[in-house]
């Protein structure tokens, strides 16, 4: 039963009822006694469970939920939110990686285009000073929820303008996308900007990733930078084995 497992309220105790029960699931979310991607009852089961009004249930639970220990689902429920496991390892776009874990990716664009290489994107992608390259800059979503920030310049031979760019720049790109990458990997703090375009609370934590993506050819074809935030991310890594 849930309530045996989250733990009942204590009556007498000091403060409003809704936040003795939102620190019960918090509590019982952190010790992994619901687990992630686990369904809560609906509001109205758990109003009658904890002896109280379904106001209570809903303050509780919208607290967890701007916490983003909660998710809800439009039309499906309340979720123990799931973090991302990422293997950072693996050469899947964004866009295979949400749909391979059943999650629907989308962006939204901040800028893109084309414009002549900075310094750094021309020892990036080996190319000589004053050659074109196309930029995009996204917010990458899964599920509606904000997940990364990514830039990718690409030299412009192999994409010639950025509107040639629908759901996926790997799927644009086809046997021209990377294989093979080299990457940097820091935690940063975002600063007020990146929170905005996130949509989250600050001051909040973000692992940046810098990639410079070879193509089957060898040619390196994508200078990227992520920035992924921290609490929608755990890293996953297997290392040696047989
Ligand atoms: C991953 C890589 C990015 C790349 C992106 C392409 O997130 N880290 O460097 O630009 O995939 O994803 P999509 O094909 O969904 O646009």
């Known amino acids: 039963m849930f309530v045996e497992r989250v733990g009942r309220l204590i009556a007498g105790e000091p403060g409003p009822l809704y936040r003795q029960l939102e620190r019960k699931l918090c509590d019982a979310i952190d010790a992994r006694i619901l687990a992630p991607g686990e369904a809560l009852p609906p509001e109205r089961d758990l109003a009658a469970a904890y002896h ?14 701007d916490a983003r ?12 939110a799931a973090p991302i496991e990422k293997n950072f390892a693996n050469l899947s776009s964004f866009t295979e990686d949400m749909e391979g874990r059943g999650r629907t990716p989308s962006s939204s664009w901040i800028t893109r285009g084309t414009g002549i290489v900075t310094p750094e994107e021309a020892l990036a992608l080996g190319l000589s000073p004053g050659s074109a390259v196309t930029r995009l800059s996204r917010v990458r979503h899964a ?3 904000s997940m990364a920030i990514e830039q990718s310049s690409i030299p412009a031979d192999i994409l010639p303008s950025a509107d040639a760019v629908g759901a996926s720049l790997y799927a644009t790109l086809g046997a021209a996308r990377p294989v093979r990458v080299l990457q940097r990997l820091r935690a940063v703090l975002l600063d007020a900007e990146e929170i905005a375009l996130l949509g989250i609370d600050g001051p909040a934590a973000g692992l940046l990733i810098e990639r410079r993506g070879f193509a089957a050819s060898g040619r390196a ?5 992520s920035l992924y935030r921290g609490d929608g991310y755990d890293i ?3 290392l040696g084995g047989s």
Do not use: H, P
Request: proline share 0%; glycine share 10%.
């Open 221 to 225: 074809v994508e200078f990227a930078r």
């Open 69 to 80: 220990l909660l998710t809800r689902r439009r039309g499906a429920g309340t979720y123990v």
């Open 236 to 238: 996953v890594s297997e």
């Open 143 to 145: 599920d509606g929820i």
């Open 52 to 65: 109280v009004s379904r106001v209570t249930v809903r303050k509780a639970i919208d607290g967890l939920v």
